[in-house]
């Protein structure tokens, strides 16, 4: 008995082939620890901006449907007018994966903490929010390159919205299996 062409095209797009059934699954890690460099262009009001660098660490745990919670503590040192500055910022985020591919897992994120700085003028805590989207490069079966090409910081000083730009680059290194 031969099927209709439109009950067969149906079964076709409806039912996954015979292969994708018995394809072996890689299980998911169940999270990773990432560590790198950073940089910060970060708003000092009045119209001044500065240049800062450090150092992020960033340990995540998946969720599922390519969701990770993820914690990051980010150090900053450089000048501004007022001479050294420090700061340290302490986030918790979210972050989804969209449009992986073996070679290539972007993502998406947002994340809220507490900006902690100090500099000769005294030392000021900030709660931060911040959105962005990063890349994840696997290089080994147990190493990743991550970058952060593109962050948006709001910072809230004193009630003034400051507006900063951060960038990351480092290593990820997944740990467990879901």
Known sequence: MKLPLALTLLISFCVPPIHAQTAPHKPEPLGSFAAGWTYLWADQGAGYRSNLNGWFVRPSVNVGRGYAIFFSNTNYYGHNAKGELNSHGFTLGLTRQVFTTPHLKPTVFLEAGDVRSSSASGITEQPIVATGFGL????????????TPAEYVFLYPHADWRNDYNAKVGLSFPFGHR
Not at 136 to 147: F, G
């Open 136 to 147: 994840s490069i696997p290089l080994a079966h147990r190493v990743s390159l991550v970058l």
